[in-house]
């Protein structure tokens, strides 16, 4: 977000009047018919919009407004996309849910190849992975007892 202030070269807490000789004298200096310099375009038309915004109380007040809050709105918005993203997700699970729901048993199985095998395989999984945990934690022990010892 571009700082007004600093391209005006005024601190955030100045007056109008500060606002408009810091203009006036910027717009004397780096007015594209005075100043030859390649980007003297650019520059006038980047102070002009700074003069625009910081002139007028209300837009002053907005803009010193989203200055300091500007991280907070981004934040915000991205939460507001995480949590309609989170919304549609869980839309598509609660349709897909029910038309599983519709379906019996048999074609639910026969359609998704889902058997008792499946199921036995978790099971076997969780017991594989506990014996060999507890397999590591006897060789570390073993291992630092001989360390210690």
Same mark, same amino acid.
């Given at each position: 977000?571009?700082?007004?202030? +600093? ?8 007056? &109008? %009047?500060?606002? $408009? $000789?810091?203009?006036?004298? %910027?717009?004397?200096? /780096?007015?594209?018919?005075?100043? $030859? ?11 002009? +919009?700074?003069?625009?915004?910081? #002139?007028?109380? =209300?837009? #002053? &007040? ?8 500007? *991280? ?12 309609? &993203? ?10 897909? !849910? *029910? #038309? ?10 026969? *359609?998704?190849?889902? @058997?008792?095998?499946? %199921?036995? &395989? !978790?099971?076997?999984? +969780?017991?594989? /992975?506990? @014996?060999?945990?507890?397999? %590591? +934690?006897? =060789?570390? #022990?073993?291992?630092? !007892?001989? /360390?210690? !010892?």
């Amino acid at each position: 977000m571009k700082d007004y202030y +600093e391209t005006l070269g005024l601190k955030k807490g100045c007056n &109008s %009047l500060q606002i $408009k $000789k810091a203009y006036r004298k %910027l717009s004397l200096k /780096l007015h594209p018919d005075v100043n $030859k310099n390649a980007n003297a375009h650019d520059t006038f038309i980047e102070i002009n +919009e700074a003069y625009q915004v910081l #002139r007028d109380p =209300v837009k #002053r &007040s907005k803009y010193n407004y989203l200055l300091k809050n500007h *991280k907070n709105i981004l934040n915000a918005k991205r939460q507001k996309r995480y949590e309609n &993203s989170v919304n549609r997700q869980t839309q598509k699970g609660n349709r897909q !849910g *029910k #038309r599983y729901a519709q379906e019996d048993d048999k074609s639910f199985q026969k *359609k998704y190849k889902w @058997t008792d095998w499946m %199921l036995w &395989s !978790g099971y076997v999984f +969780e017991i594989i /992975l506990w @014996t060999l945990q507890l397999l %590591l +934690e006897v =060789v570390v #022990r073993i291992f630092f !007892g001989i /360390l210690a !010892g």
